[in-house]
């Protein structure tokens, strides 16, 4: 069927539909959505949380006990077994809602024509019968009859699997044409690999093509991530040595102490549960959820969750210019042309201002020179400007904005220029060629108008309007007036013309080339973001190295350079000199240099693999679909949330929703937050099992009376596990994250310093155990108040120490770390009220065998813990004045290289 006949069958038009008619047509034929992915059901989600090897071994020694007739050891077991199942079921439950609401801030929009004017709306607002416009690098929303295209090629490898992009048509094509042949169609969920294109709605949500073969775009987010596989590992092995160490000591027990065997397995039943970190899986999980709602409030959308850990570790932060590091409110600031340079008011979107020539007010349309370059910046634009809620906003590229309201500053008003010069054809700007060019109608024939990089203008033009008339171009000259605009900060373009007959219909690169009219430059500003400059300090002070990669002229990217002191003296390479490099030598000068301007996205791909070959960990910023090779080797790729394409967010780990590079610096701080407080989980975690096993451990190979029984210290890993280890799921950052360099990427979970820790904690917690049990003997205690009184030392132990483990780079004895978080406060709370039940609660006291304590007692429970935190704090300014001490020295021998 020929376009006509579709628009008429569809009731439409190339104005579009009426807002009232779209209206109706969606509550007719319902959002364009797909249906969505089955998910699993509550109950096998709660199931799943048992399918852990660290589960399995605490299900068996449950069994065991229930064998051997301890009804309540057993019900104490399955409790802890229990309670971490619930936990895990909650916060696994919370962090897939996040991870929806996060998705549901990427969802993809499409733009519409609507009652005649573009505009953007949520893809899911498509409804058969729009008029949809598509661009390089975006998403097909809905299967379209195409109406016009322009070079447009549409990877359609979901539906047909070809790998080569097929190129489209406004020609009918046979109504048996296989889906792959039908080049006049473009189908929903499919890309736009290159050129432009219009095209009507004809299928939306389940009766697109994708619908109908039930594909769902984007399957939900797996909560795995290579560090929680790395836990699962450390599990096993843990679980392995757990099980090795419980056979020694029940062989030391039996053959060596004479234990009674059903004693001896209670025991080992107790150090099994003990020492196991049954909730360390979950309070992981609940961590990395945790940071990316963090970020996603602070405008990072992260949508791969290993992101979130590989933040922490980047070095290298390759950011562009426009919009991220600047404001990307583009503004005409001067125009230069034969007759002189023009200043023109006014800052933003804003139509107020005027052009003044040497202080004096202009009229454009008595000027002819003037007026013919604001008709072409008018013509050669396809942004569209708006006033929503009282603001001036536009709708396309901000510097077309810019020229658009230039325009309307000269007096010219858009809609009117526009429709009395109707567009014919036109070239889109691309990166390759540099330019755009549109093709007119005027009275009695038409104009060529083209935009672009002055240096490919230039080459382009013959020669140069002014109001006495054309001159030849003075080459030299306007080179010269691009380096002093561009060395002042501003964003240089040409403008060019060339009047053309009737009868061409169609515009060819090939044409273009030579015999164009320059009408003159134009400068423009971007101001850089306030919040740019102090997030750039903030990555100075944390070791990250800024490059900026940008398609820019080198002067306005040295000039932005500076203002934001991206480095103390920032070194510029463009494009052409990476092209003469070789790998060896790109490899030395991305290390060097701080600015790359008149760049194209095959840089941005040679560059991340030349930082990446030192060693370094790079976060690489990108928006076009040239870009989505350059974003995937990146080690983390974040694209623009604002005017990044489809194909760059698809490519990336993380969407930025405000493209401001303040928000990438947020992320990096939160990513280091993230693994700070995995660290703190593991390091409060291993130490306290560790402590609460070699209790019972001591007591079978050096003959000592148990200081807790075994079921004793199932209660405290019920506890603590769950009202104090998950607390650290929530710490905020500690003051000076971003003054230390950035992590190591391939650092392990468990380092020399943490295993020191490990050992060193556990120690002194069996040591509090076994000593405040020996004071309650020497005071006369009866064996179950000393025991009672070491249960109440190892909880106040670990209460103590979680106050420590809060501040792993810095002491914790001031007025915040002792204060603590709304988190750490509620732990405490919860686990002092459970242990006033354990201690003089009747039932409490005849399951666990406990006697009520009185202040001395408490006081000496709690003073163990009190005493802990100080030989923690000692052995930490200890750890960090002897590193002090070595920094120096590290200085003296030089800076030690990466390997290469």
Same mark, same amino acid.
């Given at each position: 069927m020929d376009a006509e006949a579709v628009l008429r069958t569809l009731a439409s038009s190339p104005h579009g539909l009426a807002t009232e008619e779209a209206a109706r047509r969606l509550s007719t034929h319902g959002p364009n959505r797909l249906p969505k992915a089955r998910r699993r059901s509550d109950i096998a989600r709660f199931l799943s949380q048992f399918h852990n090897v660290l589960i399995y071994v605490l299900l068996a020694a449950a069994a065991v006990t229930l064998? #051997?007739?301890?009804?309540?050891?057993?019900?104490?077991?399955?409790?802890?077994?229990?309670?971490?199942?619930?936990?895990?079921?909650?916060?696994?439950?919370?962090?897939?809602r996040s991870i929806d609401a996060i998705r549901a801030m990427m969802d993809p929009h499409a733009s519409v024509m609507r009652s005649g004017h573009r505009i953007s709306i949520p893809a899911e607002d498509v409804v058969p019968g729009d008029i949809v416009l598509l661009e390089a690098g975006e998403r097909v929303p809905? $299967?379209?009859?195409? &109406?016009?295209?322009?070079?447009?090629?549409?990877?359609?490898? /979901?539906?047909?699997?070809?790998?080569?992009?097929?190129?489209?048509?406004?020609?009918?094509?046979?109504? %048996?044409?296989? #889906?792959?042949?039908? +080049?006049?169609? +473009? !189908?929903? =969920?499919? #890309?736009?690999?290159?050129?432009?294109?219009?095209?009507?709605?004809v299928a939306t949500g389940r009766s697109t093509e994708l619908g109908r073969i039930s594909t769902m775009i984007g399957a939900v987010e797996s909560l795995a991530t290579p560090l929680m596989r790395a836990m699962d590992r450390l599990a096993r092995q843990a679980s392995a040595a757990i099980l090795g160490l419980s056979a020694v000591v029940f062989a030391v027990a039996v053959l060596w102490r004479d234990y009674n065997p059903e004693t001896a397995l209670m025991a080992v039943v107790g150090l099994a549960v003990a020492a196991i970190p049954e909730? /360390?899986?979950?309070?992981?999980?609940? *961590? &990395?959820?945790?940071?990316?709602?963090?970020?996603?409030?602070?405008?990072?959308?992260?949508?791969?969750?290993?992101?979130?850990? *590989?933040?922490?570790?980047?070095?290298?932060?390759?950011?562009?210019?426009? @919009?991220?590091?600047?404001?990307?409110?583009? %503004?005409?600031?001067?125009? !230069?042309?034969? $007759?002189?340079?023009?200043?023109?008011?006014?800052?933003?979107?804003?139509?107020? @201002?005027?052009?003044?020539? $040497?202080?004096?007010?202009?009229?454009?349309?008595?000027?002819?020179?003037?007026?013919?370059?604001?008709r072409a910046a008018l013509l050669c634009n396809d942004a569209q400007l708006h006033v929503r809620d009282g603001n001036?906003?536009?709708? =396309?590229?901000?510097?077309? @904005?810019a020229l658009l309201v230039l325009a309307v500053k000269g007096g010219l008003d858009p809609a009117r220029v526009r429709a009395d010069h109707p567009r014919r054809d036109e070239i889109p700007f691309d990166a390759r060629h540099r330019y755009m060019a549109s093709l007119n109608a005027t009275d009695g024939g038409q104009v060529l108008s083209v935009k672009g990089a002055p240096e490919r203008i230039l080459d382009m033009c013959a020669d140069v309007a002014a109001t006495a008339g054309r001159r030849p171009l003075d080459r030299t000259a306007w080179d010269a007036t691009t380096r002093l605009a561009a060395a002042e900060g501003q964003r240089v373009i040409a403008l060019a013309f060339r009047p053309v007959t009737a009868s061409q219909a169609r515009l060819s690169p090939e044409a273009m080339e030579t015999g164009l009219t320059l009408l003159g430059l134009v400068g423009l500003i971007d101001p850089a973001r306030p919040e740019a400059e102090v997030a750039v300090r903030d990555c100075r002070a944390a070791g990250i190295a800024l490059k900026m990669i940008t398609g820019d002229h080198a002067e306005t990217a040295r000039a932005i350079a500076a203002r934001l002191a991206l480095a103390d003296d920032p070194q510029v390479v463009t494009g052409a000199d990476l092209d003469r490099l070789d790998d060896d030598a790109l490899r030395a000068t991305a290390r060097s240099t701080t600015v790359f301007a008149r760049t194209t996205p095959e840089h941005k791909l040679r560059l991340v693999s030349a930082l990446q070959a030192d060693g370094s960990v790079v976060a690489m910023t990108g928006d076009g679909v040239n870009d989505a090779p350059a974003l995937k080797r990146a080690d983390i790729g974040i694209a623009m949330g604002g005017k990044g394409t489809e194909a760059a967010k698809e490519a990336s780990e993380m969407v930025l929703a405000d493209d401001n590079f303040a928000t990438i610096v947020a992320a990096v701080r939160e990513g280091r937050t993230v693994f700070d407080n995995l660290t703190k989980v593991l390091a409060w975690s291993l130490p306290t099992n560790g402590g609460e096993?070699?209790?019972?451990?001591?007591?079978?190979?050096? =003959?000592?009376?148990?200081?807790? *029984?075994?079921i004793q210290i199932l209660w405290v890993n019920m506890v603590t596990a769950v009202a104090l280890g998950l607390t650290l799921a929530f710490e905020p950052t500690e003051p000076g994250t971003m003054r230390r360099a950035p992590r190591p990427p391939g650092a392990p979970l468990l380092s020399a310093r943490l295993i020191w820790q490990l050992v060193f904690v556990s120690v002194l917690m069996a040591a509090g155990a076994f000593g405040v049990h020996a004071i309650a003997g020497a005071w006369g205690r009866d064996a179950e108040t000393a025991r009672t009184m070491a249960v109440n030392a190892l909880v106040a132990m670990e209460v103590f120490y979680l106050f420590s483990v809060r501040f792993i780079h810095g002491t914790s004895l001031t007025l915040r770390g002792l204060v603590g978080t709304q988190a750490v406060l509620l732990g405490l709370v919860g686990v002092t009220v459970a242990q006033i039940a354990f201690t003089y609660l009747p039932p409490m006291q005849t399951i666990f065998a406990t006697r009520p304590l009185g202040v001395s007692e408490l006081a000496l429970a709690v003073g163990a813990g009190v005493m802990l935190l100080f030989v923690v704090e000692a052995e930490k300014r200890l750890f960090r004045l002897r590193n002090h001490a070595r920094r120096p020295a590290a200085h003296k021998r030089g800076p030690r290289r990466k390997p290469e």
């Open positions: 064998l #051997l007739d301890h009804l309540t050891d057993s019900l104490v077991i399955a409790g802890v077994v229990l309670v971490n199942a619930i936990v895990g079921f909650i916060q696994e439950g919370r962090a897939e809905a $299967d379209l009859r195409l &109406l016009r295209t322009h070079n447009l090629t549409i990877d359609e490898a /979901l539906l047909t699997g070809e790998s080569v992009a097929a190129t489209k048509q406004v020609e009918p094509v046979a109504a %048996t044409a296989t #889906l792959g042949d039908r +080049a006049s169609a +473009a !189908y929903s =969920g499919s #890309l736009v690999a290159a050129g432009h294109g219009i095209g009507v709605a909730g /360390l899986p979950a309070v992981m999980t609940i *961590t &990395l959820a945790v940071g990316v709602r963090r970020m996603a409030r602070r405008n990072a959308i992260i949508r791969r969750l290993p992101a979130v850990e *590989t933040l922490g570790a980047v070095s290298v932060i390759c950011s562009d210019k426009t @919009g991220t590091l600047t404001r990307n409110e583009m %503004t005409v600031c001067n125009l !230069y042309t034969a $007759d002189g340079a023009v200043t023109v008011e006014g800052v933003g979107f804003g139509a107020q @201002g005027g052009l003044l020539r $040497d202080g004096m007010r202009l009229d454009p349309a008595a000027d002819p020179l003037l007026a013919e370059l604001l001036p906003t536009v709708d =396309g590229d901000p510097m077309e @904005g096993a070699l209790t019972i451990v001591f007591a079978v190979l050096f =003959g000592l009376t148990l200081p807790v *029984t075994p």
